[in-house]
């Protein structure tokens, strides 16, 4: 049994113009991708500095008038909040700007595909991580804040 493999029928321009775009599209998409990241790493960022500040502000006036149990809570909430947060930012900052790796000058075409495509994969995971622990950290910072003004 043999194959036979005959042409197509010829492009026509509105082809070549939908080749064109996807294939622009396809070029930056590890691009935007990237600059998602950097502007959540940027919020996660803030969020570390409003759960510092809602330590600072709220932490001696607020936290004196809880119970022990509150106190715990409210701290180790706070603290979750900071450290989601970090974790956020380290993930943003990957997806934004990749992890440092040795770069092989002798790679195929194919390899490079394959390896900017692996990029793209992991800088979108790091990137709906980032967002998660955006919204994680704002969570812990706001039932911290919750249990020191209504506790």
């Known amino acids: 049994m043999t194959a036979r493999i005959t042409p197509g029928p010829p492009a026509n ?7 064109k775009e996807l294939a622009e599209l396809l070029a930056g998409e590890l691009e935007t991708v990237r600059e998602q990241a950097d502007k959540w790493r940027t919020g996660l960022g803030a969020l ?15 936290a ?4 022990t149990t509150g106190k715990i809570v409210a701290g180790v909430l706070l603290l979750l909040s900071v450290a ?11 997806a934004a700007y990749g992890f440092p790796t040795r770069r092989i000058a002798e790679a195929t075409v194919d390899e490079l595909h394959a390896r900017r495509a692996r990029r793209l994969r992991q800088a979108c995971r790091d990137l709906r991580r980032s967002v998660v622990a955006a919204y994680l950290a ?12 209504f506790a």
């Open 13 to 19: 321009p509105n082809d070549l113009t939908a080749a």
């Open 48 to 62: 570390i500095g409003l759960a510092t500040l809602v330590g600072a502000i709220r932490g001696a006036g607020g």
């Open 64 to 67: 004196a008038a809880l119970g």
């Open 84 to 94: 989601v947060s970090g974790a956020g930012s380290f993930v943003a900052m990957r």
């Open 138 to 149: 704002l969570a812990l910072v706001l039932g911290s804040l919750g249990i020191t003004w």
